[in-house]
């Protein structure tokens, strides 16, 4: 056997081993793994910054002007008649006076107050329930309706009372009487003439 040609054949065939392993060997990806911390504060945040919000006050309203007055016969107004003139006072629960001479006065409504201890009145007329009349002087009254309440200072020419539980005082005399109704009073200091009476509990003197 010759050595001399064995041996370069072996050195050949470990050589075409070795470039052959050195072939199959894929050197691996590198991976680099940081701190939970250094890898939280290294990526970049993706929650929107809000942008300041800009807030406008607007001042508030200066209200000018003289305040309105009281609606027409609200409580406490004044009307006058004038001389010889005409007037009317509507609504209810409300406080009204009343001046000058009135040819005629005409009160209608609810629970209404009427002063009129100031005026004279030709003909007073009163329509509605709990009204109440202080007058100085009446020619002629007209009362239609329950509750109500008439005082003359003076003599009072003619009643007229339709309804029930009405009250008229004159301080003077009443020429004449008429009543239809119940439980109405009729009050004068210096006598009643005529009187026509319809109805049960009624007072006449």
Do not use: F, W, Y
Not at 7 to 13: D, H, N, R, S
Not at 30 to 47: G, Y
Not at 174 to 198: I, L, M, W
């Amino acid at each position: 056997m010759n050595l001399h040609r064995s041996v370069p054949a072996a050195l050949g065939v470990l050589a075409l081993a070795g470039v052959l392993s050195a072939c199959s060997m894929t050197p691996e990806p590198v991976e680099t793994r940081l701190p939970p911390e250094r890898a939280a504060s290294s990526a970049p945040s993706s929650a929107a910054v809000p942008s300041p919000s800009v807030v406008t006050i607007s001042p508030a309203p200066v209200l000018t002007g003289a305040p309105s007055g009281p609606p027409a016969n609200a409580s406490g107004d004044t009307v006058s008649c004038g001389d010889g003139g005409t007037q009317s006072v509507s609504g209810s629960e409300q406080t009204v006076r009343v001046v000058g001479t009135c040819a005629e006065l005409t009160v209608s409504g609810s629970a209404l107050t009427v002063d009129a201890s100031a005026a004279s009145i030709g003909t007073l007329r009163i329509s509605g329930d709990r009204a109440r009349v202080d007058a100085a002087a009446i020619d002629a009254l007209v009362v239609q309706g329950n509750d109500g309440s008439v005082r003359s200072a003076g003599a009072i020419g003619s009643v007229d009372v339709s309804g029930d539980r009405s009250t008229v005082d004159a301080k003077g005399a009443v020429s004449s009487v008429t009543v239809r109704g119940q439980d109405n009073v009729v009050r004068a200091s210096g006598g009643v003439g005529t009187q026509t009476v319809e109805g049960r509990g009624n007072q006449i003197g």
